[in-house]
């Protein structure tokens, strides 16, 4: 029986005419429902997919429930496949519908056609509804028992979902145990595969409350299922093979023997045509060989022929992932990928975000050899219509002159682009000339030759004008304009915006003061004047600064604003080793196209436990609670943002470097010095301490300068030594909230850091951290989170004064092995960090075997 005409002719499927139009679709469901006519499918269909449009939408066709079900009495395949989905949508938002759909769906699952078996077993396990689960074992048990291998593969995931509906309900079923025999058993790849997936899932979730979980997850890894599973991987589907390797890579050989089959076994998969097979294999043969130094540098060899085949072949998108995972490889190895630089040579109907991964790249391999092709090649750049990227190139550029020795020709090339006659190409190559003259103070009478033409009118970009005045103070004594182009800056004083302009014009005219007094003394006056009145609380605390210093002492002054440098060596790293290596940790996953470690960008739904690093293990925030220890607040993943980012290993550089000193340019310093002196010698400051000086001192500057400031009082005479401080005492019941110590440790600057030695006696006790956080509260420093695994433990602690809600924070870092402990202590009163220090110090070499 066909519905009527009208609703044929309606307008469009996917919007209701009107608010009888469910009550209508209600009814000719009804009237199809027992309908054996021919062409009473078709009807069904037409019906069902406005059902389904309008529940797309948002229309409430809860109503039409029961037709629904009746309806689908059919053995059209796709009639059920429109029923299962609607039942399952609003099977999850009404429980009690739920119930209309068992009796069918159990009928379904013991149908003839496996499809429909599968079908129904689907959607009976994605109900979701806690109190059917009852319903469900019975169904899946028989589909894991299956002749149909698709209705196996379907019962399999069944066991997953009702692992995540009711845990104890799968468990007690023995599920589990039946997976794996067909893991191990079944003829079938995706059913192998599934079953996989599932257990790995099901058993890393027990694992925390179960040592029989624990126990089979670690078969998992066990050379013998390891093996097998290899020895079919040829079998799998990509997914499938995906899934495995990402297992293997977990794998922990027993000897280089083990090593060698594996990649043996795994030599063909680097040149399937699947990238996602090829980077998974990629990562396994990396982390097998990690301890193998020229292994580890071989593998780097072959694996640098597929990369670089899968980069020139695909989509972008593809191109773009699989460049990023060899970003990763040229940072850590960069002169296995020398040779192959053309490689990543730019095309000109590439994405903006492949290019600008590929200049990354060729900065990264540039050395001795190839230096002149890379630079070349990236000067063609710099004329590109992309200014983002002829920007990258000309940074690229820079980047490869700060790293390289010979760099004759490379300043020649950014010394071209100051005379190009584009603003943002002349913005550029202001800030990597500047960066280029502190690493090679050498060049600067090429370099200086070039910057003194260029007008500070035409540049108008924040870091390049400032780079530019850099220069002129630097630089002054060389540049014969420099102090009438500071003055005319500091003129248009009200009209620069950036303080990070009218931060570096206050430093420059000082340095330009100390090397050309009489040409500066006026311009000086007016850029502390301006400065002083600034809004800004950072320039206006520089001025005053200044100021309060050349009303101090003059040679005081000036070596503070400008003593001898010694050239910059190497320029700061902006991403830590450990964050590089975490990186390298998650390969072939987004971390790595990302450029940072998962955490970073993974919310806690996701994230699972925190780790601190593979090396410390799995660290959980909130440790379990001994006898008479106060258990530690439990902090969900996404509250840790901070603990995350503060267990980067901070990389501290000393002073280096590179043989060639840098004393400022050359000029005469005595002479520069006796004419400053000479311009303030009205000052009468040569004795600070001089009481009866100050406030003449203090005059003579202001007239000088022009300020009109009112002079400081009189110093008052030498007080007496103050008392010694009272002891540091602690709050014994401090109380401190994680997200409170969250908030506090993103806010504080670390105040203190040291490594010191624990005793034996110490070491050995840590084989049980609850002992040591017990111990630790006993001296009234509480734990907030703890974690790790010998020999690496890692401990964030508390404490509050006595007599005030004055915080310290406190991050440990014990190394069993050396016998190491490292603390980083924030405070809310850094005066008293030490005497803090001096307390946790002695607490944790009390600490022993009780």
């Given at each position: 029986m066909a519905p009527p005409a009208q609703s044929q002719r309606s307008a469009s499927p996917s919007q209701p005419s009107g608010k009888g139009e469910v009550s209508d679709l209600k009814s000719q469901l009804r009237q199809l429902a027992g309908s054996r006519a021919p062409g009473v499918d078709d009807s069904k269909r037409e019906l069902f997919k406005k059902v389904i449009s309008y529940m797309t939408i948002g229309v409430d066709v809860s109503s039409v429930f029961g037709e629904m079900v009746m309806c689908s009495a059919t053995s059209d395949i796709v009639l059920k496949k429109m029923c299962y989905l609607y039942v399952g949508n609003y099977a999850k938002v009404n429980p009690d519908l739920a119930l209309l759909t068992i009796n069918f769906l159990q009928r379904d699952c013991k149908d003839e056609d496996p499809i429909i078996r599968g079908l129904a077993l689907r959607s009976l396990c994605s109900l979701r509804v806690t109190n059917l689960v009852e319903y469900l074992v019975g169904p899946l048990g028989s589909g894991l028992k299956d002749n149909n291998s698709y209705v196996r593969m379907v019962a399999v995931m069944g066991v997953l979902k009702l692992y995540h509906i009711s845990a104890s309900t799968c468990i007690d079923a023995d599920f589990p145990l039946t997976l794996k025999h067909l893991m191990l058993n079944d003829p079938d790849t995706q059913v192998v595969a599934n079953c996989l997936s599932a257990l790995q899932e099901i058993w890393s979730s027990e694992a925390s409350t179960s040592e029989e979980a624990s126990r089979e997850r670690e078969a998992l890894l066990s050379k013998p299922i390891v093996y097998h599973l290899l020895n079919r991987i040829k079998e799998f589907s990509e997914w499938a093979q995906c899934l495995l390797l990402e297992l293997v890579a977990k794998y922990v050989p027993s000897d280089s023997n083990d090593i060698f089959d594996i990649m043996n076994l795994l030599e063909d998969r680097l040149q399937h045509a699947n990238g996602a097979v090829v980077l998974a294999t990629v990562k396994v043969f990396l982390h097998l060989t990690l301890s193998m130094t020229d292994v580890h540098q071989q593998v780097y060899e072959r694996i640098k022929a597929p990369l670089l085949t899968l980069v020139s072949s695909g989509s972008p998108e593809q191109s773009y992932a699989v460049l990023s995972h060899l970003h990763l490889l040229v940072m850590r190895a960069p002169f296995i990928f020398a040779s192959d630089y053309k490689h990543f040579y730019c095309q000109y109907n590439e994405p903006s975000y492949v290019k600008k991964l590929k200049l990354e790249m060729l900065t990264a391999v540039a050395n001795e050899s190839n230096t002149y092709e890379i630079v070349t090649e990236l000067c063609e750049y710099a004329a590109n219509v992309d200014i983002t990227i002829a920007r990258e190139s000309i940074r690229a550029v820079g980047k490869i002159a700060l790293?390289?020795?010979?760099?004759?020709?490379?300043?020649?090339?950014?010394?071209?682009?100051?005379?190009?006659?584009?603003?943002?190409?002349?913005?550029?190559?202001?800030?990597?000339?500047?960066?280029?003259?502190?690493?090679?103070?050498?060049?600067?009478?090429?370099?200086?030759?070039?910057?003194?033409?260029?007008?500070?009118?035409?540049?108008?970009?924040?870091?390049?004008?400032?780079?530019?005045?850099?220069?002129?103070?630097?630089?002054?004594?060389?540049?014969?304009?420099?102090?009438?182009?500071?003055?005319?800056?500091?003129?248009?004083?009200?009209?620069?915006?950036?303080?990070?302009?009218?931060?570096?014009?206050?430093?420059?005219?000082?340095?330009?003061?100390?090397?050309?007094?009489?040409?500066?003394?006026?311009?000086?006056?007016?850029?502390?004047?301006?400065?002083?009145?600034?809004?800004?609380?950072?320039?206006?605390?520089?001025?005053?600064?200044?100021?309060?210093?050349?009303?101090?002492?003059?040679?005081?002054?000036?070596?503070?604003?400008?003593?001898?440098?010694?050239?910059?060596?190497?320029?700061?790293?902006t991403q830590s080793s450990e964050i590089k290596d975490r990186i390298f940790d998650e390969f072939n996953s987004l971390s790595v196209v990302y450029q940072k470690p998962s955490y970073m960008f993974t919310d806690k739904e996701h994230r699972g436990p925190f780790e601190f690093s593979d090396e410390l293990g799995n660290v959980s925030i909130g440790a379990e609670s001994a006898d008479n220890v106060v258990p530690a607040n439990r902090v969900e993943a996404n509250d840790k943002d901070l603990l995350l980012s503060t267990s980067e290993k901070e990389e501290s550089r000393g002073p280096t470097h590179n043989g060639s000193a840098y004393s400022a340019p050359l000029y005469d310093s005595s002479s520069a010095s006796i004419s400053a002196a000479n311009s303030l010698s009205e000052l009468a400051i040569s004795n600070p301490t001089s009481a009866g000086n100050a406030s003449s001192s203090s005059l003579a500057i202001d007239d000088l300068l022009g300020l009109g400031l009112p002079a400081t009082p009189a110093a008052a005479p030498s007080p007496a030594p103050a008392p010694l401080p009272p002891p540091l005492k602690l709050n014994p019941k401090a109380v401190l909230d994680p997200g409170?110590?969250?908030?506090?440790?993103?806010?504080?600057?670390?105040?203190?850091?040291?490594?010191?030695?624990?005793?034996?006696?110490?070491?050995?006790?840590?084989?049980?951290?609850?002992?040591?956080?017990?111990?630790?509260?006993?001296?009234?420093?509480?734990?907030?989170?703890?974690?790790?695994?010998?020999?690496?433990?890692?401990?964030?602690?508390?404490?509050?004064?006595?007599?005030?809600?004055?915080?310290?924070?406190?991050?440990?870092?014990?190394?069993?092995?050396?016998?190491?402990?490292?603390?980083k202590i924030k405070a809310d009163d850094q005066s008293t960090s030490q005497a803090f220090s001096d307390i946790f110090q002695s607490a944790l070499s009390k600490f022993t075997v009780s």
């Amino acid at each position: 029986m066909a519905p009527p005409a009208q609703s044929q002719r309606s307008a469009s499927p996917s919007q209701p005419s009107g608010k009888g139009e469910v009550s209508d679709l209600k009814s000719q469901l009804r009237q199809l429902a027992g309908s054996r006519a021919p062409g009473v499918d078709d009807s069904k269909r037409e019906l069902f997919k406005k059902v389904i449009s309008y529940m797309t939408i948002g229309v409430d066709v809860s109503s039409v429930f029961g037709e629904m079900v009746m309806c689908s009495a059919t053995s059209d395949i796709v009639l059920k496949k429109m029923c299962y989905l609607y039942v399952g949508n609003y099977a999850k938002v009404n429980p009690d519908l739920a119930l209309l759909t068992i009796n069918f769906l159990q009928r379904d699952c013991k149908d003839e056609d496996p499809i429909i078996r599968g079908l129904a077993l689907r959607s009976l396990c994605s109900l979701r509804v806690t109190n059917l689960v009852e319903y469900l074992v019975g169904p899946l048990g028989s589909g894991l028992k299956d002749n149909n291998s698709y209705v196996r593969m379907v019962a399999v995931m069944g066991v997953l979902k009702l692992y995540h509906i009711s845990a104890s309900t799968c468990i007690d079923a023995d599920f589990p145990l039946t997976l794996k025999h067909l893991m191990l058993n079944d003829p079938d790849t995706q059913v192998v595969a599934n079953c996989l997936s599932a257990l790995q899932e099901i058993w890393s979730s027990e694992a925390s409350t179960s040592e029989e979980a624990s126990r089979e997850r670690e078969a998992l890894l066990s050379k013998p299922i390891v093996y097998h599973l290899l020895n079919r991987i040829k079998e799998f589907s990509e997914w499938a093979q995906c899934l495995l390797l990402e297992l293997v890579a977990k794998y922990v050989p027993s000897d280089s023997n083990d090593i060698f089959d594996i990649m043996n076994l795994l030599e063909d998969r680097l040149q399937h045509a699947n990238g996602a097979v090829v980077l998974a294999t990629v990562k396994v043969f990396l982390h097998l060989t990690l301890s193998m130094t020229d292994v580890h540098q071989q593998v780097y060899e072959r694996i640098k022929a597929p990369l670089l085949t899968l980069v020139s072949s695909g989509s972008p998108e593809q191109s773009y992932a699989v460049l990023s995972h060899l970003h990763l490889l040229v940072m850590r190895a960069p002169f296995i990928f020398a040779s192959d630089y053309k490689h990543f040579y730019c095309q000109y109907n590439e994405p903006s975000y492949v290019k600008k991964l590929k200049l990354e790249m060729l900065t990264a391999v540039a050395n001795e050899s190839n230096t002149y092709e890379i630079v070349t090649e990236l000067c063609e750049y710099a004329a590109n219509v992309d200014i983002t990227i002829a920007r990258e190139s000309i940074r690229a550029v820079g980047k490869i002159a700060l790293q390289q020795y010979d760099v004759n020709a490379i300043v020649d090339r950014l010394l071209q682009f100051l005379e190009m006659e584009k603003d943002y190409v002349t913005a550029e190559a202001l800030v990597l000339v500047k960066d280029l003259l502190r690493k090679y103070p050498q060049w600067s009478h090429d370099c200086i030759a070039v910057v003194g033409s260029i007008s500070t009118q035409n540049v108008q970009e924040p870091k390049a004008k400032a780079a530019l005045i850099w220069m002129l103070g630097e630089y002054s004594q060389d540049m014969h304009d420099a102090p009438y182009i500071l003055e005319s800056l500091i003129e248009n004083w009200d009209e620069e915006h950036s303080a990070e302009v009218r931060l570096q014009l206050l430093t420059a005219v000082m340095k330009c003061f100390f090397k050309r007094p009489p040409e500066t003394q006026n311009a000086l006056g007016a850029a502390l004047a301006a400065g002083l009145a600034d809004f800004h609380q950072d320039v206006h605390d520089r001025a005053l600064f200044y100021y309060r210093l050349l009303q101090y002492n003059v040679s005081v002054a000036e070596n503070v604003v400008n003593p001898p440098k010694q050239a910059v060596s190497v320029f700061a790293d902006t991403q830590s080793s450990e964050i590089k290596d975490r990186i390298f940790d998650e390969f072939n996953s987004l971390s790595v196209v990302y450029q940072k470690p998962s955490y970073m960008f993974t919310d806690k739904e996701h994230r699972g436990p925190f780790e601190f690093s593979d090396e410390l293990g799995n660290v959980s925030i909130g440790a379990e609670s001994a006898d008479n220890v106060v258990p530690a607040n439990r902090v969900e993943a996404n509250d840790k943002d901070l603990l995350l980012s503060t267990s980067e290993k901070e990389e501290s550089r000393g002073p280096t470097h590179n043989g060639s000193a840098y004393s400022a340019p050359l000029y005469d310093s005595s002479s520069a010095s006796i004419s400053a002196a000479n311009s303030l010698s009205e000052l009468a400051i040569s004795n600070p301490t001089s009481a009866g000086n100050a406030s003449s001192s203090s005059l003579a500057i202001d007239d000088l300068l022009g300020l009109g400031l009112p002079a400081t009082p009189a110093a008052a005479p030498s007080p007496a030594p103050a008392p010694l401080p009272p002891p540091l005492k602690l709050n014994p019941k401090a109380v401190l909230d994680p997200g409170t110590f969250q908030q506090k440790w993103r806010q504080l600057g670390i105040s203190f850091s040291q490594e010191f030695s624990m005793s034996p006696q110490g070491v050995a006790a840590l084989t049980t951290p609850q002992a040591l956080l017990k111990h630790m509260q006993g001296h009234s420093i509480h734990c907030i989170a703890s974690g790790g695994q010998s020999p690496n433990f890692k401990f964030f602690f508390f404490a509050q004064k006595a007599e005030e809600s004055s915080n310290y924070l406190v991050e440990c870092v014990i190394n069993t092995s050396s016998a190491k402990a490292q603390i980083k202590i924030k405070a809310d009163d850094q005066s008293t960090s030490q005497a803090f220090s001096d307390i946790f110090q002695s607490a944790l070499s009390k600490f022993t075997v009780s």
